[in-house]
């Protein structure tokens, strides 16, 4: 099933025409996807979890965690999380069937990003271990920003444990942790990661600069 949701993700970015305004715009054409490809029994939009379900340092804020997608098929449901984190790149786009310029913003930091990124595939690992019903989901992460895709240039780099470089391969029962603590290091605690992924990067067709990984 797993495999299945990850074709129709892979079918709808590469038919995808023109780029995304921002996180939003991701989430709302791949779940208009979904459901045009009638296959799912629901389709869920920002599914609510409670906080008291979830360990502090996954939650979306102080009470409650937010999950991009749920798919349900056969009683059984599987969670997508979406990332998009873009530098600040000019673009054309259409108003109201004119063309003009608009421009994307700069995202948060880096180091931030990637953290952000292996905490949404340990969240889908939680939900999976701890709700019978849920199934191991996919984790989504699009940027013009082609950095992404090296390795920290040092080895040591606070972050580099979270790097998500081009051909990077994270062994199942790895810890993700900081190099060296700082006041973001702080707030986001390291954990561990119970599957082996490997990261690819891959091209979308509306622009070169754009990529994903899909893990």
């Known amino acids: 099933m797993r495999e299945t949701i990850a074709g129709h993700i892979s079918a709808a970015l590469a038919a995808r025409t023109t780029w995304f305004i921002r996180e939003q715009d991701i989430q709302l054409y791949l779940v208009s996807y979904f459901m045009n490809t009638q296959f799912y029994d629901n389709v869920f939009i920002e599914y609510h979890v409670p906080g008291i379900l979830m360990p502090p340092y996954l939650l979306s804020d102080a009470d409650s965690s937010y999950i ?3 798919l ?3 009683q059984a ?4 999380e979406i990332n998009y ?3 600040a790149q ?3 786009r259409f108003v109201f069937g004119q063309a003009v310029n608009s421009q994307l913003k700069q995202s948060n930091a880096q180091n ?3 953290y952000d990124f292996w905490k949404d595939i340990r969240k889908i690992e939680f939900l999976e271990a701890s709700f019978p019903a849920v199934k191991r989901g996919m984790t989504l992460f699009i940027s013009n920003d082609p950095s992404y895709q090296k390795a920290p240039n040092n080895p040591q780099a606070g972050y580099a444990p979270f790097s998500i470089h081009q051909g990077r391969h ?3 029962g790895t810890t993700l942790n900081w190099n060296v603590f700082s006041s973001v290091a702080n707030s986001r605690p390291g954990f ?3 599957y082996y992924y490997v990261i690819n990067w891959v091209v979308l067709p509306f622009d070169q600069q754009h990529a994903y990984i899909l893990v």
């Open 72 to 74: 349900e098929k056969d």
């Open 112 to 114: 931030i990003s990637c």
């Open 77 to 80: 449901f599987y969670p997508v």
């Open 170 to 172: 994270v062994p199942a």
């Open 192 to 194: 561990g990661v119970n």
């Open 68 to 70: 991009d997608i749920v």
């Open 90 to 92: 000019s673009l054309q």
């Open 85 to 87: 984190k873009t530098t």
